[in-house]
């Protein structure tokens, strides 16, 4: 049976900050929840300061799959850039939000500033 939560986090010590990624349901785009709904753009995603943010975030995000608009919705721990920019703690989230790694000037990821 399947779990509705992740197993086991990748990421050590404070959870918070962090975003809410997901993936789209049929055209298996990561995206990130923002104010207004999911968006591609990493540097759009709304953060969670605070645990109450957080847990509404993650209600969000639970009934968008059940709504079958995402697959997969989970917390990713962050820290914030100098321009206040969330950047993903683990390496595989981090990875999400640039996107394909092979020719990163192309593509969708290429629409969006860089996170630094």
């Known amino acids: 049976m399947a779990k509705d939560h992740r197993a086991g986090s990748k990421v050590r010590g404070d959870k918070l900050p962090a ?3 997901a993936n789209l349901l049929l055209e298996g785009d990561t995206v990130f929840l923002t104010d207004s709904g999911w968006t591609l753009d990493p540097s759009a ?3 969670a300061h605070d645990a109450e943010t957080a847990a509404a975030m993650e209600a969000e995000g639970k009934a968008a799959a059940a709504a ?3 697959v997969d919705p989970y917390l990713v721990p962050v820290d914030l850039t100098e321009g206040g920019h969330a950047i993903a703690r683990h390496f595989r989230d981090a ?3 640039k996107g394909p790694s092979i020719h990163p000037d ?3 990821q290429a629409e969006f500033p860089p996170l630094d």
């Open 19 to 21: 975003i809410l990624m």
């Open 68 to 70: 079958n608009v995402v």
């Open 45 to 47: 995603a709304k953060i």
């Open 106 to 108: 192309m593509g969708k």
């Open 95 to 97: 990875m999400r939000q």
